[in-house]
C-alpha cells in the first residue's frame, strides 16, 4: 500500500508538471506565470525523484523474485527501464543539448504516458484486487506476521499442489504437528516458499485443520469414537473396503495420530468397519 500511494503521488505530480507545459506552450496566460514555473519544476523534480525512491524499492523486490515473471510484471521492468532512460534524456536536454530544446515538449508527454501506464499495471492492479477482496501475493518477501486467513489458503493452493494432491495434505493434524511439516517443507522446497509464505500456510493449517472434539452422539460408536475427530462419518460409511484394506487405512491413522487411534485398538475398529457399526 505504501508503494501504491508513493506511485499514485508520482503520477499525480507528473499530470500537474505535464498540464502546466502544455497550457504555456498553447499559449494560456497564467495569472502569475512566475509561480506556474515554479510549480512546473517542483512537481517535474518531485517526479523524478519519487521515481528514483520506487526504482530502487522495486530493484530489491525483483531481486527477491524467484518465479518466471508473468507477463504483467515483465511488462512493468520493461516501461520502468524505458522510464528510466526518457527522463534522463528529458532532464539532459536543456542543460548539454539546448538545440535539442524543441523536443522537450514530445519527451515530457512519453515520460508521462510510460509512467501512467506503469503505475496502472501495479498499483492500479493492487488496488483493484483490494477492491475485490481477492488476496494480493507479492512473489517477493511477505511482511512479517501479516496473517491473512485468505492469504494462507491462496499460498496453500499454489505452492502445496505443485508437489502434493491437496487430498493427502488435508487430514488434521495437532498444532505441533502442522509445525514440524511445514518447516520440513520449507527447507526441501527452498526457495520456492518463503519463510513468510509458509508462516501465512502454517497459520492457515492450525486454525482450520486441526482434529476437533468427538460429538457426544459419535462416540455412542467406536468409529464415531476414533475416527470423527478427523473425518465426517458419512464419509466414512460410502467406503466399502475388505478387512485388509481397512486394517491398511486405520493402522496408517494410528501411526499418523497414535493419540487419537491408539495402536492397540486397531482390531477392534476395523472389526466395526467391516460389520458396519459406523
Known amino acids: 500500500m505504501a508503494t501504491t500511494i508513493l506511485s499514485l503521488l508520482l503520477v499525480l505530480a507528473g499530470g500537474v508538471s505535464l498540464i502546466i507545459m502544455m497550457g504555456k506552450l498553447g499559449g494560456k496566460q ?3 506565470p512566475e509561480l506556474a514555473t515554479r510549480i512546473h519544476r517542483l512537481m517535474g523534480w518531485s517526479f523524478a525523484v519519487l521515481y528514483l525512491f520506487l526504482l530502487i524499492v522495486m530493484i530489491g523486490r525483483i531481486e527477491r523474485y524467484w518465479e518466471t ?4 510484471i ?3 521492468v520493461a516501461l520502468a527501464v524505458s522510464l528510466f532512460v526518457l ?3 528529458k532532464i539532459a536536454i536543456p542543460r548539454l543539448f539546448p538545440g535539442l530544446s524543441r523536443h522537450l515538449f514530445v ?3 512519453s515520460v508521462y504516458l510510460v509512467a501512467f501506464v506503469l503505475v496502472g499495471i501495479t498499483a492500479g492492479y493492487y488496488l483493484l484486487q483490494t477492491f475485490r477482496g481477492v488476496p494480493y501475493i507479492s512473489h517477493s518477501m511477505l511482511p512479517g506476521r501479516m496473517e491473512d486467513p485468505r492469504l494462507g489458503l491462496e499460498l496453500f493452493i499454489t505452492r502445496c499442489s505443485v508437489c502434493h494432491p491437496l487430498r493427502d495434505i488435508l487430514t488434521p493434524r495437532k498444532p505441533k504437528e502442522w509445525e514440524a511439516i511445514v518447516t520440513r517443507m520449507v527447507k526441501l522446497a527452498e526457495p520456492r516458499i518463503s519463510p513468510d509464505e509458509a508462516g501465512q500456510v502454517l497459520d492457515y493449517l492450525q486454525a482450520t485443520r486441526v482434529p ?4 457426544p452422539m459419535a462416540r455412542t460408536s467406536l ?3 476414533y475416527c470423527s475427530a478427523c473425518h465426517v ?3 466414512i460409511e460410502r467406503r466399502h473396503f475388505d478387512r485388509t484394506e481397512w486394517t491398511k487405512i486405520v493402522s496408517r491413522m494410528s501411526k499418523r495420530a497414535p493419540d487419537i487411534v491408539p495402536p492397540d485398538n486397531i482390531k477392534t475398529i476395523v472389526d466395526a468397519l467391516v460389520r458396519g457399526n459406523f
Do not use: Q, T
Open 233 to 235: 462419518i458419512e464419509d
Open 87 to 89: 527522463l534522463v534524456v
Open 69 to 72: 515473471a508473468p507477463a504483467r
Open 223 to 225: 468409529v464415531g469414537r
Open 30 to 32: 497564467y495569472f502569475r
Open 107 to 109: 519527451f515530457g508527454v
Open 74 to 76: 515483465a511488462i512493468h
Open 212 to 215: 476437533k472434539p468427538s460429538a
